[in-house]
């Protein structure tokens, strides 16, 4: 029976090492996880900033931050449209579906996929070319 106890207790005391020294060995993750997520005296419960994750927190922290149009998805008037002066379409991807009303009184929008490294004309003639979105911090 001792031993038994004895064999027990030893798995537990290695087991709680060995989650300790990997808890310890880890990266200290360069953002900071509880911004917007920890009570406070203000605050009891977590805002919505506080429950949000990924993409959605992204926007927000945007927003915050002054960025209305943090994923650049508003209606952008075409450049020259050429091949030597596509008009630019930012991305975070390597493709995005980009809509162009070719013209002024046009009762539909001829959709077309950009992919990253390729200019793609539109059958009206104008030319378009995927670029990477610039990633701005806001401190996620
Ligand atoms: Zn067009």
């Known amino acids: 029976m001792a031993s038994l106890l004895y064999r027990s207790a030893a798995n537990v005391v290695r087991r ?24 406070s005296d203000k605050v009891s419960m977590p805002d919505t900033l506080g429950h949000a994750v990924g993409a959605e ?23 020259k449209g050429t091949v030597d002066e596509p008009t630019l379409i930012p991305s975070l991807y390597d493709s995005r579906i980009v809509g162009c009303i070719c013209e002024e009184d046009a009762v539909s929008i001829t959709w077309m ?13 104008y030319y378009f070319k995927l670029v990477p979105l610039e990633y701005k911090d806001y401190g996620q």
């Open 57 to 79: 927190r992204f926007e927000l922290l945007a927003r915050l931050a002054g960025n209305e149009d943090p994923f650049d998805m508003n209606v952008k008037s075409r450049a």
């Open 113 to 125: 996929t950009l992919h990253k490294g390729e200019q793609k004309r539109c059958m009206c003639g």
């Open 16 to 39: 709680s090492t060995l989650i300790s020294a990997v808890r310890m060995s880890s990266e200290t993750p360069k953002v900071d996880p509880e911004r917007g997520k920890v009570a």
